[in-house]
Nanobody, 126 residues
Framework: QVQLVESGGGLVQAGGSLRLSCAAS????????MGWFRQAPGKEREFVAV????????AYADSVKGRFTISRDNVKNTVDLQMNSLKPEDTAVYYC???????????????????WGQGTQVTVSS
């Protein structure tokens, strides 16, 4: 079965950095776009970033643009999210998700993602 397992979350001070990683198995990873979402307490799950099948196309939420970078390794079947200049408002559970297609079209639409990981907690202290 498909498994998406996130790692790398933790507690960091504002201005710091974290790198999240998602290990995928059970799916044709190299032809699937991958995304990151996050959900803060009391809020809806929101789009963070997406990367297409090859890594040649990415898209980001305005709130993280210029601070976060998504990347993938189609040999290791992993997708990473490098998060720099973290802010307290970045505090959330971060989820990895596999898209139903190979591209970044409709990147922010949760319905366009088929499988989800269990999430990893990121807490940014002020």
């Amino acid at each position: 079965q498909v498994q998406l397992v996130e790692s790398g979350g933790g507690l960091v001070q504002a201005g710091g950095s974290l790198r999240l990683s998602c290990a995928a198995s059970g799916l044709t990873f190299s032809t699937t776009a991958m995304g990151w979402f996050r959900q803060a307490p009391g809020k809806e799950r929101e789009f963070v970033a997406v990367i297409n099948w090859s890594g040649g196309s990415t898209a980001y939420a305005d709130s993280v643009k210029g601070r976060f970078t998504i990347s993938r390794d189609n040999v290791k079947n992993t997708v990473d999210l490098q998060m720099n200049s973290l802010k307290p408002e970045d505090t959330a559970v971060y989820y990895c998700a596999s898209k139903k297609s190979f591209d970044t079209v409709r990147a922010a639409n949760r319905d366009d993602y088929r499988y989800w990981g269990q999430g990893t907690q990121v807490t940014v202290s002020s």
